[in-house]
């Protein structure tokens, strides 16, 4: 019998292709196969995370494609609605839903900002969308237009809007599925963390928003779901694996979480992978809790299976990341290209196409051929080139400041090695901050450089400083980073920083402001300028040739200082 489904919303008080493909062939039979019986239900969940707007996908070197599609690439969402459609043939009532961030990251956000978003999730058909931290990249009213505009339900139970310009029927807590007559409830949840990592209330907005404690606001909306006799609920989380696991382990009554925010892939025998899809938590009175998470960039399509019991517990499952790519699309026998997404897609990137035609510079570097770092998140860990160009830049743009930092989160796309374009600066540098500057004592300093390491070595951190005119000693001790020394450049010499000295800094305005946590900076004297980060980096960029061979700026452990 065909599955009856309807939605209810209400608020509570608050490649290894071929190893994948065999794993789809064993294990999708268990649940599409077999009819649910006495009281069970069968749930297929499709899903994305962090997709960061790159909606063309890549390049086989790893380059962002700007097209609707490049030939020998991956990802992108073209052939992610080819796999998204072939899953909805083998499982017709299968649920999509996107754990948050699909802004920031290319030039498709920067020049299209949430048009382009909106065009593709309605495109794709997403049935329910949690907002991440990058949502409010452009502020809280970019963030409205796309609440506006989408289809899909948006959900996050720890978000509230106020007036005005409030749309709260486009915002709920939580909303009800009836499938087969039985109850399955879906939760969303943002990162509180977007407080201080985005541009939730910058100043210009004419309204504010506000997060609240996480395991409190699901507390609150699985006491009312359960009110109403949902015995099956979905958290879509974007918090994170680690946040996931502790709240699966806290909070009863959670059967599934779809994560996101740590790009964390799941999924066994999958390069990079951190661990089983799905991976399983019990919850306080015992009962399972599936976790998945499809990595990032929109390189996989999350496919979970499972099978509920007459209680609601998740009883059988499967499931793995689809490989978004055109082997796996036609092992799967996927349909061909959608040509009206396709158009659209393309016009999406006519304007970036443009700006990769203009030439600005070149960058050197030996042992490189490429990008100057592997991948951007590395910029969250430790020095990296494309951070050392970046710092450099700024400081050749105010030569009377001593000292450049950026927040490694900023970082967004490495520079490539040898000719560069404007869209090359404008994909590793999207966010439109100004440069601001300011005197800074080297008690300060002392500050703002435990607090960039503070999490480290384990894990990555959009906080993390990229320097220029310092260099940064760390020593690892009990897995922590104690910073042990900071010197400054004076007329070619190195010079320990003292605690009463004063020194001129360059910052963007995101960190000046006190974003990623930054107390100290925020309380600064700071003098904006008129420049933002990827305009000063562009004309660096045109004075010549620049050399971004590595040298040591930020040294962990008993390296030579």
């Not at 700006?355 to 030996?366: F, S, T, W």
């Not at 900076?521 to 971004?548: E, H, R």
Request: aromatic share 8%; hydrophobic share 40%.
């Amino acid at each position: 019998m065909k599955s009856r489904l309807t939605l209810r919303s209400g608020f509570s008080v608050f490649s290894l292709i071929t190893a994948f493909l065999s794993l789809l062939v064993l294990v999708s039979p268990a649940l599409s196969d077999d009819p649910p019986t006495d009281g069970q239900l069968n749930l297929t969940i499709l899903h994305t995370n962090d997709i960061h707007a790159n909606y063309g996908g890549f390049w086989p070197d790893g380059r962002v494609c700007y097209q609707s599609l490049c030939e020998g690439g991956s990802g992108g969402t073209l052939r992610l609605e080819r796999a998204i459609a072939a899953m909805r043939k083998e499982y017709p009532e299968s649920i999509l839903v996107d754990a948050g961030d699909q802004f920031q990251g290319t030039l498709f956000w920067r020049l299209n900002k949430e048009t382009a978003t909106v065009a593709v999730l309605n495109s794709l058909n997403y049935q329910f969308f949690v907002p991440g931290n990058h949502e409010f990249d452009g502020g809280i009213n970019t963030f409205r237009r796309l609440l506006t505009s989408l289809n899909a339900q948006v959900l996050s139970a720890n978000l509230t809007l106020s007036e005005p310009l409030s749309v709260p029927s486009k915002l709920k807590p939580w909303t009800i599925m009836e499938i087969e007559g039985r109850k399955v409830g879906f939760v969303g949840l943002t990162t509180q963390t977007s407080q201080v990592s985005s541009s939730l209330n910058s100043p210009e907005s004419k309204s504010t928003a506000t997060l609240s404690d996480e395991k409190t606001a699901l507390t609150e909306a699985v006491k009312s779901l359960a009110d109403q006799d949902t015995d099956i609920i979905i958290l879509i989380s974007h918090l994170g694996i680690d946040a996931d696991k502790e709240l699966a382990a806290e909070v009863n009554g959670i059967d599934v979480i779809v994560g996101g925010h740590s790009h964390t892939l799941l999924g066994e025998g999958l390069p990079r992978a951190q661990g089983p899809y799905p991976t399983t938590v019990n919850s306080p009175a015992g009962r399972p809790v599936l976790i998945v998470s499809s990595g990032s960039h929109g390189r996989y399509l999350g496919l979970l299976k499972v099978t509920f019991d007459e209680k609601g517990y998740p009883d059988k499952w499967s499931g793995s990341p689809i490989p978004v790519n055109d082997d796996t699309l036609a092992q799967m026998k996927a349909p061909a290209a959608n040509k009206a997404l396709a158009a659209l897609l393309d016009d999406l990137a006519l304007p970036a196409q443009n700006l990769m035609a203009e030439k600005i510079g070149q960058i050197n570097v030996q042992g490189r051929e490429t990008m100057l770092d592997e991948y951007p998140r590395i910029c969250r860990r430790r020095e990296c080139r494309t951070g050392d160009v970046v710092a450099d830049s700024f400081l050749s743009y105010f030569p009377e400041a001593q000292i450049a930092v950026l927040n490694g989160g900023s970082i967004r796309h490495p520079l490539p090695v040898g000719e560069i374009t404007v869209a090359d600066v404008l994909s590793t540098l999207p966010f439109e901050d100004f440069v601001f500057y300011a005197d800074i004592s080297g008690q300060e300093l002392n500050k703002i450089f435990e607090h960039s390491a503070d999490g480290l070595p384990e894990g990555y951190s959009g906080k993390f400083l990229q320097v220029a005119g310092l260099k940064i000693i760390y020593e690892v001790t009990d897995q922590k980073c104690i910073l042990k020394e900071i010197r400054y450049q004076d007329s070619g010499e190195w010079k320990n920083i003292t605690p009463e000295g004063r020194y001129r800094l360059i910052a963007p305005d995101f960190i000046a402001h006190g974003g990623d946590g930054f107390q100290t900076l925020a309380g600064l004297k700071w003098t904006k300028t008129d420049q933002l980060t990827s305009d000063i980096l562009a004309k660096y960029l045109k004075n010549g040739p620049v050399k971004a061979d590595f040298e040591p700026r930020i040294i962990f452990g008993q390296e030579n200082k």
